[in-house]
């Protein structure tokens, strides 16, 4: 994987907001996706005041605690618990008394622009949290591809121009690389070599762009003896955007140049095959048991306009000469493209093991 110099110039500036069309929407209501949440991104950004937030070193983690008028403090409380209630319960209100808004903090990196919701339970102090976005076709479509193609389940929740995501448990990727590698004995090493080699496979294979290393967690696990790991990303927005190939594979971004000249030292060429031949594997048959609920999101997505012309050309260009496969020419559109890519994962799996 480290044949190739990690290139520092691989994103455009900045992504457009795409807005959900039609067909997209009416597929988030039939899947449940879709809600009249009582309380819209525009209503968070009306806050009087915020301060720094800062981690237990004291480095700024460029959130901001935001805090509200009385007039409004009492009315948002309310609405954001009633959001969780609806994205982790039955929206039924009956433990709105045991919820607590601990803190309400806005991002000031990057282009989402994020809330994030810190909620906890009174009647054990146990506290999570969600996510309030601007809705963004791109990131629909990346959070359901996840849910359908990953190893892991997500929940989110979209209603006209605002989103909620659900909270990923995780420790991010640049915090791991600089905290923790180093910490790992080589078994451990090892399995992380094997986890960064399959979610950079997977994130290729679906077109999941720009995943750099504070894009992701590591998830750490206790098993017996021994501690496994699992990389899961954390940001879906530049899902099937960019035209770079480069861009869709995580190795080719200076943040990951650890994770990479990790699995260099660990693994062998045959090994990093291996790897990405059983991920290959994993998601066909994700794709046949999701195949009802993939072909609609597909079918959306083949209508929908989510990058520029010159960007769709590029890609379909480079997938052709990356796979060899001609039908890269006939994509009309990025759903185009990305069926294409997960057919030519499908066509090879029945080809090699039926």
């Not at 805090?67 to 409380?77: A, G, K, L, V």
């Not at 601990?102 to 506290?127: E, Q, S, W």
């Not at 190893?151 to 209603?159: A, D, E, M, T």
């Not at 999941?208 to 998830?219: A, E, P, Q, T």
């Amino acid at each position: 994987m480290s044949e190739n110099i990690l290139n520092d110039k691989l994103l455009s500036n900045k992504k457009p907001t795409f807005p959900i069309g039609t067909s997209l929407s009416d597929y988030v209501k039939r899947y449940n996706r879709s809600t009249s949440i009582p309380v819209s991104y525009e209503d968070l950004l009306r806050f009087a005041g915020c301060i720094a937030v800062y981690d237990k070193n004291d480095e700024d983690t460029l959130w901001v605690r935001c805090y509200y008028s009385d007039s409004d403090r009492e009315q948002i409380d309310m609405h954001l618990k009633k959001i969780y209630d609806i994205l982790h319960s039955d929206g039924r209100d009956k433990t709105l008394d045991y919820l607590n808004v601990d803190a309400v903090d806005y991002c000031t990196f990057g282009n989402t622009k994020p809330f994030r919701i810190r909620i906890r339970n009174i009647l054990n102090d146990g506290f999570t949290y969600f996510y309030v976005k601007k809705a963004d076709a791109s990131r629909v479509y990346g959070l359901e591809l996840e849910h359908l193609l990953s190893p892991h389940r997500i929940n989110f929740l979209v209603h006209k121009n605002t989103l909620i995501e659900q909270h990923i448990a995780g420790i991010p990727g640049d915090d791991f690389i600089v905290t923790y590698m180093d910490g790992c004995d080589q078994q451990e090493l090892t399995q992380i070599a094997k986890e960064f080699v399959k979610f950079n496979e997977r994130c290729l294979i679906r077109l999941l762009g720009d995943m750099r290393s504070y894009n992701y967690v590591v998830i750490p696990t206790h098993d017996f003896d021994r501690v496994s790991y699992a990389i899961r990303a954390i940001d879906f927005d530049q899902q099937c955007y960019e035209g770079k190939l480069k861009v869709y594979r995580p190795q080719f971004f200076k943040e990951n140049l650890a994770m990479v000249m990790n699995v260099s030292n660990c693994l062998k060429d045959e090994s990093i095959e291996q790897y990405k031949m059983e991920e290959r594997a994993l998601i066909a048959k994700r794709l046949i048991n999701t195949q009802k609920r993939y072909k609609q999101l597909i079918k959306c997505m083949r209508a929908d306009y989510i990058s520029s012309p010159y960007k769709f050309k590029q890609l379909k260009r480079e997938l052709h000469e990356y796979t060899g496969d001609i039908r890269f020419k006939s994509a009309r559109s990025m759903g185009g493209v990305l069926s294409t890519a997960l057919d030519f994962v499908q066509r090879n799996y029945y080809d090699v093991d039926h």
